[in-house]
């Protein structure tokens, strides 16, 4: 904790970044020792979807990425002011190339080499963004799995810039991953190195340093059950979809892929499942926001055995209630360390869950795209399920101004809650309780959860305690926040203070709170396909002077048309059911 928030200090992050350049000063003076590859011979496939559409904006001059559209007029996009870091990051990191690619086109092809040797003219490596760790291990990734079509036909001057450039990419990650970039940058530029060395004639002791990074940053980076460090549900989406084509890259040269990849493609696998919400799509949890359901079809896809899907993942911090038509997931873990914390939520205890292919209650999410002011807003514990204590997060967050591209790290974080599953005839109960309080208030957060047999009921239970009982707590307000997805019809009851929920489905649910009065209020939901929209949000507020404990109650009483029970679903493709609106 001391050292994180030391950290934080002007001094504390220029003896980082010094730490950094000490660390990497070895490899830089070794690097140019090593032969890199002369050329390319197999090329890894990109699963990620391509879109001839965005080929067309291409070569008509539109570069249109995080939202933001750039017309070149005729320029090179690289040398125009970009309109945001998000935006320059997709530029540079080449990742649009597999559009270009199936454009079929004399013109297409012309074009990405037009492109790159524009890039390698105006970005070369000064230190600024392009070469940023996980751009310029994108931008690696990209040129050799599209290398076939950037070099049938080219000519010589073209295939030795090209290779020139692998070269020069190749001995900045290298430098990179042995103490150049900071700690939670390394993985990325470790597949990269990995697929480089897989794709070409490098020599042995290339490819055993390679192993060796990539190695090293699969035991950093990925728990025991499969999760990411940073506890993103979307972070094990991205590193499948650059891991997944190492394999294959195996396989194509008849070597067996080493046995820690194979087990950690088989835990994460199974742990996205666990994750996934009736409509197929991922947890709204730590940095996760809209994901188009092809991404998660195309990983699984890769799976090679399904079996019995996972309800506890408790390294990673989840746990999943599924019963009849309903599922449910749960944030039962502590905030990832600091270096991997910059996206990651104050979500203590925070839950969703779904009705069949339906969203009902979901947090709201991360945006994709937009001000790092809504980002930070979306990281807080009030946009979340969960009780919300003196309207404050339940993990303190860096105070600091950031970069806009990146956010506050988290400091003095509690410890990951106590958690209790039990099953019986009943059904299926979660008890847990975290200290985020405990510092600044001398309160703990107590959340029961359970769900009946037939997934129709879900109770639940939030209590605040006295961290030592021998000094209570003052009076403190709280909240409790239930976030509705925005298919959702919420209508207040009149007389007995309950809400109806009604779905797309034609399923009707009813909220109901003990000796409260609940009370509908505005809420932003992110993680639609079109941006971020207006939703409701239940709120049931106390004072912890008056009430220590509120039980509530979700209770189905219609069922919904054309559901799917939540084990089924859990084995289908994310694609399958319908589409939340």
């Known amino acids: 904790m001391a050292g994180s928030r030391w950290r934080t200090t002007a001094m504390g992050r220029a003896w980082v ?64 002011a970009p309109p ?17 690619r199936v454009a079929e086109s004399p013109m297409a092809r012309t074009q990405a080499r037009t492109l790159i040797t524009d890039f390698l003219r105006i970005r070369r490596n000064n230190g600024d963004a392009a070469w940023a760790a996980p751009v310029a291990a994108r931008r690696l990734l990209s040129w050799i799995s599209a290398s076939p079509y950037l070099l049938e036909g080219a000519d010589l001057a073209f295939y030795r810039r090209f290779m020139r450039a692998i070269a020069q990419h190749a001995r900045h990650l290298i430098v990179g991953v042995r103490g150049g970039f900071p700690v939670e940058e390394r993985f990325l530029p470790a597949i990269a190195l990995c697929a480089l060395v897989l794709s070409s004639d490098a020599r042995p002791r290339l490819l055993r340093l390679a192993n060796r990074a990539l190695t090293a940053e699969i035991r950093r980076c990925i728990l025991e059950d499969g999760g990411h ?35 950690t493609l088989g835990r994460s696998l199974a742990l996205l499942r666990l994750l996934r919400l009736g409509d197929g799509t991922l947890g709204l949890f730590h940095g996760t926001g809209y994901m188009p359901a092809d991404s998660l079809a195309i990983v699984f896809r890769y799976e090679q055995a399904a079996g019995e899907p996972l309800l506890s993942a408790p390294a990673s911090g989840y746990e999943r209630l599924a019963a009849g038509t309903t599922a449910l997931l749960m944030d039962v873990g502590g905030p990832p360390p600091f270096d991997f914390s910059r996206a990651a939520h104050a979500s203590a205890l925070a839950f969703e869950f779904s009705d069949g292919p339906w969203r009902v209650v979901v947090n709201c999410g991360a945006p994709l795209t937009g001000s790092s002011a809504a980002r930070e807003a979306a990281r807080h514990t009030a946009a979340h399920s969960s009780l919300v204590l003196a309207d404050t997060s339940s993990c303190q967050f860096e105070t600091r101004n950031v970069r806009t591209e990146l956010g506050a790290a988290i400091v003095d974080a509690p410890g990951a809650p106590k958690v209790l599953r039990e099953e019986s005839e009943a059904g299926t109960r979660l008890t847990a309780m975290h200290q985020g309080y405990a510092r600044r208030f001398g309160l703990l957060h107590e959340r029961g959860i359970a769900l009946s047999p037939d997934g129709s009921t879900v109770h639940g239970l939030d209590a605040v305690l006295d961290a030592d009982p021998k000094r209570p707590a003052g009076a403190l307000p709280f909240a409790l926040r239930f976030h509705l997805h925005p298919g959702v019809h919420a209508t207040p009851e009149p007389g007995d203070g309950a809400v109806r929920l009604d779905l797309p489905s034609g399923a009707c649910w009813r909220f109901e709170v003990a000796g409260q009065h609940p009370v509908l209020e505005e809420s932003i939901f992110y993680a639609a396909a079109d941006g971020a929209g207006r939703t409701l949000q239940i709120v049931v507020e106390a004072q912890s002077s008056v009430t220590r404990e509120i ?16 084990a089924a679903n859990a084995h289908d493709m994310p694609a399958s059911g319908p589409r939340q609106p």
């Open 551 to 566: 039980a509530w109650r979700f209770t189905r009483i219609r069922e919904g048309h054309g559901h799917k029970s939540a």
């Open 84 to 100: 945001s870091a998000q935006w320059e990051n997709l530029l540079n990191g080449f990742g649009w190339l597999r559009h270009l």
């Open 229 to 263: 460090i940073s506890r993103s549900p979307r972070a094990v989406v991205d590193f499948l979809l650059d891991l997944l084509p190492l394999r294959h890259l195996f396989l194509a040269k008849n070597e067996t892929p080493p046995e820690l990849l194979q087990r």
């Open 17 to 80: 970044r010094t730490g950094a350049a000490l660390r990497a000063l070895p490899a830089a003076l070794s690097v140019s020792a090593l032969r890199m590859p002369k050329r390319l011979i197999i090329a890894p496939p990109d699963p990620r979807t391509h879109d001839p559409t965005v080929a067309e904006d291409i070569l008509a001059g539109f570069f249109v990425f995080a939202g933001k559209v750039v017309h070149a007029q005729g320029q090179s996009p690289f040398e125009m």
